[in-house]
């Protein structure tokens, strides 16, 4: 595995991927963003093949870099799932793929679980449908519902590689961090105050190099957690992450001031992902 | 006369007729709202409430001269005020810009006519005020206001544009800030004006918070009117007296000592999630012990300023790092809160976490008042 792992830089195949999720997520404010199902560009990601791209073949750096092009730009949409999906199986015409975890209260968290066609696997390679069984959906971030199942419901569902799934959770919330890191540098360039773009002033300049260096030590967390050696390291290295990108949404934030206070400017729906995400796989 | 320590007769009485007092008026429907929520219109209600009961119970205006229907007491009785109210969870007022910053103002360069206009008003809790100060382009860097206030006959013509206006739908009156002149330099072009918010050229506009609250407000002056005789102090010197308040010690005082019975409540409750709660989280969560302890160094600070005040000591320097010390910690706890993945108090540190973004930057963000501190406080060069 670890000679599979390289640095995530950017690969052509990433590049065409954030050009085109970018054009999507361009023609939407945030409220209408989260407003409709997007289910067009779904089509159109499964007619352009990428909902079979999985680690396995195209290989580890692209699948971690394209969950981290995901993970900047949000759409409402179970990507993650499909791209860590094992693919074996009835083919996934028509449904949603997704998966289960176990949550702290015994109850199970499907990510888009609450949709119509969501669908999870089961051992012997059928799909078991979800919606039926969802007791409760927690909308907090709009781009990751998560629903509740009840405990006896996944019996026979096949559960996930949580060393696969979790260095690609650690890299969609990488790129979400990323995103509000973006912001902030655009911001503090941009922002006049006391006749001066605000990034003149050596606080905000340091708040944003730690932010930087926060980040680069998550990536580095993205390869620790897919090297990792067992379930236990790869949460070890997810929980650290985790710790790191929080600190460079919440950082977002205080070098925005007031604006990344309001509803209307966004940021913190990327704030919102990335504790989601953290509450999807118990870190 | 106002007492010179907490030790003194004088405190203790007061701590005692106060004590008695507060504890049975606060309203039953606040004091369950944990177990039988409120909605905003209920809250409004009850905190508005809570200002007549406070003129009708004798206690409005602790630190406000006597002449002027206040207590004529001292930073002792106020920290009492404050910590006693606390503890009887008693309602936070929405009588704040008012009681600390507009009537304060209006007592130190008020006319009479202003004064007897507005400051009885403000106690008995019939006037609401707003503070009309920040703007889209003018956070920070306050003094770079650009709503103006035009001469015309009688009085000025303001437009322009208020933002992070709290209060602003309940208001009768703003204390405003406006740019009176277009020829002088900064900090001597703007003037203090007592605006009537109830007037057609005023038009509010809530603000979606992160949290999906809605506390804020934009405010759009269209040549509202504002007469000669609501210009507070000269013409000009606004910058100058917004700054110069003797309140503003208390201010600090005061808005620590809220923020204090916040985070104790907030610590409380991570401590008793931490024991009781299923917790999603496998991460080391933050020690509630060390948490608590910051927590009551915080009150312990501020008791000290206060007796330091009253005895007529210099305490700007350790009153200037008392709002970096509760918003950093604020934001610590709030953080630890939602970490926790706690399964039955999720939405409620989710709340609390969002809101609280908010304590590091209103009122002055942790970096201009770090630089305050270093430059003002400590003197190190600009």
Known sequence: ?283 | MAAESFDSDEAADFRARFREWVTSAVPDKWARRTTVPLDEREEDELRRGWGFALWEGGFAGVTWPVEYGGLGLGPIEEFIFYEEAARAGAPDAVDLVGKYLAGPAIIAYGTDGQKERYLERILRGTDIWCEGFSEPEAGSDLANVSTRADPVPGGFAVSGQKTWTSFAHAADKCYLLAKTSRTERRHHNVSLLLLDMKQPGVAISPIRQISDRYEFNDVFFDEAYVADSDLLGDLNEGWHLAGLTGFRRLRALREGLRRYALIRHLVGRYRRCLDECRTGRRRASPDAEKLAGETELLRWHIRRLAQAQARGHQTDGPASVIKVYWSELLQRTTHAGVALQCAEHEDYWRLEFLESRSATIAGGTSEIQRNVVAERTLGLPR
């Not at chain 1, 089961?122 to 007791?135: E, F, H, K, L, R």
């Not at chain 1, 090297?227 to 949404?249: H, K, M, P, Y």
């Not at chain 1, 919440?250 to 919102?272: M, N, P």
């Open chain 1, 1 to 283: 595995m670890l000679d599979q792992v390289t640095e995530t830089d950017v690969t052509v195949v990433s590049y065409e991927f954030d050009r085109m999720v970018a054009s999507h997520h361009r023609k939407f404010s945030w409220n209408e963003l989260y407003d409709r199902s997007h289910d067009h560009f779904w089509d159109g990601l499964a007619q352009g093949g990428w909902l079979d791209i999985r680690s396995g073949a195209a290989g580890l750096s692209t699948t971690l870099a394209l969950a981290e092009v995901w993970g900047r730009y949000l759409l409402p949409l179970p990507f993650l799932p499909s791209l860590v999906g094992d693919g074996d199986g009835e083919p996934a015409a028509g449904r949603r793929p997704t998966f289960a975890l176990r949550s702290a209260s015994g109850s199970w968290l499907v990510p888009f679980g609450d949709h119509p066609a969501a669908g999870i696997r089961s051992t012997n390679g059928d799909w078991i449908d979800v919606a039926s069984m969802v007791s409760g959906v927690d909308r907090f971030a709009p781009s990751l519902p998560l629903a509740t199942l009840s405990a006896d419901s996944m019996t026979g569902a096949r559960e996930p590689d949580v060393r696969v799934l979790l260095p690609h959770i650690v890299a969609e919330g990488l790129g979400a961090a990323w995103a509000c890191f973006d912001k902030a540098v655009n911001h503090a360039n941009s922002r006049v105050a006391y006749g001066k773009p605000i990034g003149s002033f050596q606080a905000i300049k340091h708040i944003i190099a730690d932010m930087y260096m926060n980040l680069e030590f998550a990536r580095s967390a993205v390869m620790w957690c897919a090297s990792a050696a067992d379930d236990e390291e790869a949460r070890l290295a997810a929980g650290t992450a985790f710790d790191l990108l929080e600190s460079v949404a919440e950082a977002s934030v205080q070098v925005h001031g007031g604006i990344a206070y309001t509803w209307e400017y966004g940021l913190h729906f990327s704030v919102r992902h990335l504790f989601a995400l953290a509450k999807l796989i118990g870190v």
